[in-house]
């Protein structure tokens, strides 16, 4: 995929596009004309490093190089890279396999993608969710009848903060590749304290069953294919306790679909 594949319109009508867009995340009118008019009074800067770029949601050269695009090639479960072997599981999954059936991750995490995750969290820009969408199509081909579920934030947190970050992203790359939106069907009925500096062991224990599917969506997600959407891949504890909670609830399938996966394990 070539830099120019981020374009992003810059008109009225993009404005206009881009305010409905973000009305549509759960903004108030207010934050989105205000967001609206400082992005049109400021030129594009790139999301990596801040330099101003062309265009809106655009990396520059130097970010763009930098970042690790991931492919399909790595473990058929959790995209671990294994050195170009295909269709191979690596010995992590074989010893426990994931509860998800396989991960698509846009990059591996780094600075520059953690960068980008931490604004679109912390600062609610949907320039971010687009440029993230705008990564994971190529991992996206949905058939129909499958359904895209973001990972759920605590209702606690949703109000301290004010949008889930999986949302934004979800929406992005529905409004962007099509397929089917069920974005209350899975809920968080725990409140987790922050996996940071925990290992896999403890971070699984922590998020055992932190999820649950709502009872009048259950009959909705029987027999489907879910695309799972989250920011980041850490340990695959918080993708593992959704695809069970969705598996319970008669899902056949669950791939998650993110925008960094950590590749090392001091990330
Ligand atoms: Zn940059
Ligand atoms: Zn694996």
Same mark, same amino acid.
């Given at each position: 995929?070539?830099?120019?594949?981020?374009?992003?319109?810059?008109?009225?009508?993009?404005? $206009?596009? /881009?305010?409905?867009?973000?009305?549509?995340?759960?903004?108030?009118?207010?934050?989105?004309?205000?967001?609206?008019?400082?992005?049109?009074?400021?030129?594009?800067?790139?999301?990596?490093?801040? $330099? $101003?770029?062309?265009?809106?949601?655009?990396?520059?050269?130097?970010?763009?190089?930098?970042?690790?695009?991931?492919?399909?090639?790595?473990?058929?479960?959790?995209?671990?890279?294994?050195?170009?072997?295909?269709?191979?599981?690596?010995?992590?999954?074989?010893?426990?396999?994931?509860?998800? +059936?396989?991960?698509?991750?846009?990059?591996?995490?780094?600075?520059? =993608?953690?960068?980008?995750?931490?604004?679109?969290?912390?600062?609610?820009?949907?320039?971010?969710?687009?440029?993230?969408?705008?990564?994971?199509? /190529?991992?996206?081909?949905? =058939?129909?009848?499958?359904?895209?579920?973001?990972?759920?934030?605590?209702?606690?947190?949703?109000?301290?903060?004010?949008?889930?970050?999986?949302?934004?992203?979800?929406?992005?790359? =529905?409004?962007?590749?099509?397929?089917?939106?069920?974005? +209350?069907?899975?809920?968080?009925?725990?409140?987790?304290?922050?996996?940071?500096?925990?290992?896999?062991?403890?971070?699984?224990?922590?998020?055992?069953?932190?999820?649950?599917?709502?009872?009048?969506?259950?009959?909705?997600?029987?027999?489907?294919?879910?695309?799972?959407?989250?920011?980041?891949?850490?340990?695959?504890?918080?993708?593992?306790?959704?695809?069970? =909670?969705?598996?319970?609830?008669?899902?056949?399938?669950?791939?998650?679909?993110?925008?960094?996966?950590?590749?090392?394990?001091?990330?």
């Amino acid at each position: 995929m070539a830099i120019e594949d981020f374009g992003g319109g810059f008109g009225h009508a993009g404005l $206009v596009q /881009r305010a409905r867009a973000m009305d549509k995340s759960g903004m108030n009118a207010a934050s989105v004309l205000l967001r609206v008019a400082r992005d049109f009074a400021l030129p594009a800067r790139c999301p990596g490093c801040g $330099v $101003v770029v062309e265009g809106d949601d655009r990396f520059c050269l130097e970010c763009w190089s930098a970042l690790e695009f991931l492919s399909r090639d790595g473990c058929d479960l959790c995209n671990m890279p294994m050195g170009g072997v295909e269709g191979m599981t690596c010995g992590r999954c074989l010893a426990q396999a994931p509860s998800h +059936d396989g991960v698509r991750a846009a990059v591996g995490y780094c600075d520059i =993608a953690r960068g980008v995750a931490l604004k679109l969290k912390y600062s609610g820009r949907p320039a971010m969710a687009r440029l993230i969408a705008a990564q994971l199509v /190529r991992h996206f081909d949905p =058939a129909p009848g499958d359904l895209l579920i973001p990972v759920p934030l605590h209702r606690w947190r949703i109000w301290s903060r004010g949008y889930n970050q999986s949302v934004l992203i979800a929406r992005a790359l =529905a409004g962007r590749a099509g397929g089917d939106l069920a974005i +209350d069907a899975l809920i968080r009925t725990k409140r987790t304290p922050l996996l940071r500096g925990l290992g896999a062991v403890e971070r699984a224990k922590m998020m055992r069953g932190a999820f649950a599917v709502r009872k009048d969506a259950r009959a909705s997600l029987a027999g489907r294919h879910i695309w799972l959407v989250d920011d980041v891949y850490t340990s695959g504890a918080t993708a593992n306790a959704c695809a069970k =909670a969705l598996k319970r609830a008669g899902a056949t399938r669950v791939t998650i679909l993110c925008w960094a996966r950590v590749l090392r394990a001091d990330d």
